[in-house]
């Protein structure tokens, strides 16, 4: 995704301010060998932008000045109430340096599994994003979560993850649990009701 900003001078909050009230979103890039730059970005752009999944979990080319560089949104202030996005840190990205991302989830086939399809039983997503290590490169928008084969009072570890190719899950130490299947409550107790009245006939 391509992302324009400009460079800026002023700096403090009263030169924040005023960017944001001429329809603007102050920002910074770090990292690499580089120093800090202070950006703006189009306010209502960058807005909508944040909305979508791969803003959060692509590599973005941004242009400053007719460069472009490649970087990683690291961090995003929103407004308490207002459509307005306060400030946002980006990462400088080294093509042969791994990076370390979190990113969203995809949920697929529960309807197939035997878990809902045989027992009624409700999957819940216990992790909606993973931290996860690779070159830029091999950064994926998002992993996917293959529910098809997930049964009632069992659940699905990062260890059980089809990982993309050259992606490795951070976990510290930890195999945390992604998903779980359990039967609703009121269900049992229905299905306990209709056996109990079944035994008396």
């Known amino acids: 995704m391509k992302v324009i900003a400009f460079n800026r001078t002023l700096q403090g909050s009263g030169a924040s301010r005023r960017l944001r009230t001429s329809g603007q979103t102050p920002g910074i890039i770090y990292g690499g060998a580089e120093a800090p730059v202070l950006i703006a970005l189009d306010g209502n752009a960058l807005y909508h932008a944040l909305k979508k999944e791969a803003f959060h979990g692509s590599i973005l080319d941004m242009e400053i000045d007719g460069k472009t560089q490649q970087v990683l949104l690291r961090d995003f202030q929103m407004h308490a109430y207002k459509q307005m ?21 995809h949920f697929i086939n529960a309807d197939v599994s ?41 659940s699905i570890h990062v260890a059980d993850l089809a990982m993309p190719k050259g992606v490795t899950a951070v976990t510290h130490g930890q195999n945390l649990t992604v998903a779980t299947a359990a039967v609703p409550a009121g269900h049992v107790a229905a299905e306990a009701t209709a056996a109990a009245a079944e035994e008396k006939k």
């Open 114 to 154: 035997p878990a809902v399809k045989l027992h009624g039983a409700t999957v819940s997503h216990v992790l909606a994003e993973l931290e996860i290590s690779c070159l830029p490169a091999d950064l994926p928008e998002f992993i996917n979560v293959d529910l098809a084969n997930i049964d009632v009072g069992h």
């Open 85 to 105: 996005v306060l400030h946002a840190d980006f990462q400088r990205v080294d093509a042969n340096a791994a990076v370390h991302k979190k990113v969203a989830l």
